[in-house]
């Protein structure tokens, strides 16, 4: 069995059939690159790895295959021999692409690549997710009516199979109680990231680190065009400000599952999105490469839009969308949910004339990422404080934490040392840095360490600019060190609720004691820092000797 690919996002479409042919050693798997695209760097990335065979193109062309599988009918596909199967490349027939095939067709509907030479179909089977698609086939391409079948989407499949993982991905990914913002742009000169390249950075500078998580999916083709390196270093503002970049492999469909608001283009991953009944915000319109009438376009023109080039751009953001659910928009491109892997797996077992194993064909739950992406090494921290407190037992401080560079107005920079750069750590109020573990036995020796108490007073020492210098030994305590006092240690108390218990960033309540105690008069008996709305009661009291002791 053959799988005949463009692109990467081509081989991630047929990597979601595998289960089909799982526990079966009759059928073995081969990968070729067909020539042509020019988003064929790195499409097989994601097998590679794995130990997958790979054939060259004259060696595919050699053999007669069993099977032919393929998400795109363009390249010389029909120059293979073999029964050949064609899946769906996206979500429907939503782009095309005016310098390719036939002016204003996607090429799932171009009779330019669907048929051969002599006017027949590619495919001995072409899958289609949706009853509708059949329809436009015929109008487009009637010849190719012939092998259609409606299997609905194998990805959508993996997308709801792992609905339940999405406390899980939302740990790993380290969302906690935030809000989950996905950026999504396709590939090409309408795509978000073409329009609005600053977004990322623009909106992570706008909405507070510890209410909003920011993630951008792009389109593998970004991938293959500008190289992760290149992508990267464009992003490096919007990255070291806590965005999360999804992997081009699965991560965009855990980051959907475990998202809450998607701001989308014209790309397909805005309508699985709306399968799951995510509210979409609309930032592109797709311009001409948007195909009238169809789901995408229909999902873009009910969204609420999104002025990334105004300053109410985050007020927008931070509101949730009223407008009514959207999975309606996924319904006209998606059937039969659920029943890919069933429908298609007896049509392919029938072209290679093997009878099916006799197991359920179930779809891979998507896989949780590996590692929590690292939190910024620095923050612009803006800060409201209520003297007295509500409860009356002390003052409550309010706190939203932004990247250093914001043009927001703030009351001061907290940088963690070792991991901010030299001008963050000299210019920051709040120096702070984390502790290691405990020294095992046998790890010890010839190593030297300093205490806490060492290090907070070297930091006032060594960084002029710094008031307030802290080691967090736990995530609910720390050891607070301001010049010409006497050290601290701050308990942080989590904050309680029915069958919840949930833990402050300790950085962000270093933040809230640095403010009190730079506040003449403020009252620091058992203070209140709210992050987010949530309250956390704080602690202060004279260090005790297990704290100023504690080795880093």
């Known amino acids: 069995m053959l799988f005949a690919v463009r692109s990467a996002a081509a081989l991630h479409r047929l990597l979601d059939l595998l289960p089909v042919f799982d526990g079966d050693a009759r059928v073995r798997c081969r990968f070729t690159l067909v020539p042509g695209s020019a988003f064929d760097a790195d499409a097989l990335a994601a097998v590679a790895p794995s130990g997958a065979r790979c054939l060259s193109w004259p060696e595919a062309l050699a053999d007669r295959h069993d099977l032919i599988l393929a998400a795109s009918p363009k390249g010389e596909l029909a120059a293979l021999r073999g029964p050949k199967v064609l899946l769906p490349h996206g979500a429907g027939f939503n782009k095309a692409l005016a310098e390719e095939g036939s002016p204003h067709l996607p090429s ?55 609905r339940d993982r999405r406390e899980a991905f939302r740990s790993a990914l380290g969302t906690g109680s935030r809000r989950l913002v996905v950026l999504s742009s396709t590939w090409g000169p309408e ?159 029938k072209l290679l004339g093997l009878v099916p194993l006799p197991h359920p064909l179930r779809p891979r739950p998507l896989p949780a990422p590996p590692s929590a992406p690292q939190a910024p090494a620095a923050f612009a921290v803006r800060a409201r404080t209520e003297p007295t407190g509500r409860t009356g037992a002390g003052a409550v401080v309010d706190i939203d934490r932004l990247p250093p560079w914001t043009d927001l107005p703030h009351h001061h920079l907290a940088a963690e040392f070792g991991r901010a750069g030299v001008r963050e ?37 060594d960084h002029p600019g710094c008031r307030t210098a802290a080691v967090i030994l736990s995530p609910t305590r720390c050891l607070v060190r301001r ?70």
């Open 191 to 349: 795509s978000l990231l073409a329009r609005h390249p600053d977004l990322p950075a623009r909106l992570a500078a706008r909405l507070p680190h510890d209410a909003y998580q920011l993630a951008l999916v792009l389109h593998p083709n970004e991938y293959s065009r500008t190289g992760s390196f290149d992508l990267a270093r464009q992003l490096r503002p919007a990255l070291d400000a806590g965005v999360v970049l999804a992997d081009p492999y699965e991560q965009w469909a855990v980051l959907l599952v475990a998202g809450d608001t998607v701001v989308t283009d014209h790309g397909s991953t805005a309508l699985y999105a709306a399968a799951l009944d995510r509210p979409v915000l609309a930032v592109c319109d797709g311009g001409s490469e948007l195909v009238p009438g169809s789901p995408m376009a229909r999902l873009l023109a009910a969204a609420p839009r999104l002025d990334p080039s105004g300053d109410d751009a985050a007020t927008i953001l931070a509101t949730q969308p009223s407008a009514p659910g959207t999975r309606r928009f996924a319904e006209a491109a998606f059937a039969r949910p659920g029943e890919a892997l069933a429908t298609l797996g007896p049509e392919l077992y």
């Open 108 to 162: 799932g509907l171009d009779p330019a690549f669907l048929l051969t030479a002599d006017r027949r179909p590619l495919a001995d089977l072409h899958a289609l997710a949706h009853p509708d698609q059949v329809d436009r086939l015929a109008e487009q391409c009637p010849p190719a009516v012939a092998t259609a079948l409606v299997a609905g989407d194998p990805t959508l499949d993996r997308i709801l199979a792992s």
């Open 425 to 461: 750590a000299r210019s920051a109020a709040l120096l702070y840095r984390r502790a290691a573990g405990a020294p095992t036995p046998g790890t010890t020796h010839n190593r030297e360490y300093r205490t806490a108490a060492d290090w907070t007073t070297e930091a006032l020492a």
């Open 483 to 552: 010049p010409n006092h006497a050290p601290l240690t701050v308990r942080i108390a989590p904050h309680r609720t029915t069958g919840r218990v949930r833990y402050a960033d300790p950085a962000a309540a270093l933040s809230a004691v640095h403010i009190l105690l730079d506040t003449p008069h403020a009252p620091t008996t058992t203070p209140i820092c709210r992050i987010d709305g949530t309250p956390y009661r704080l602690h202060l009291d004279t260090a005790t000797e297990a704290d100023l002791r504690h080795l880093l």
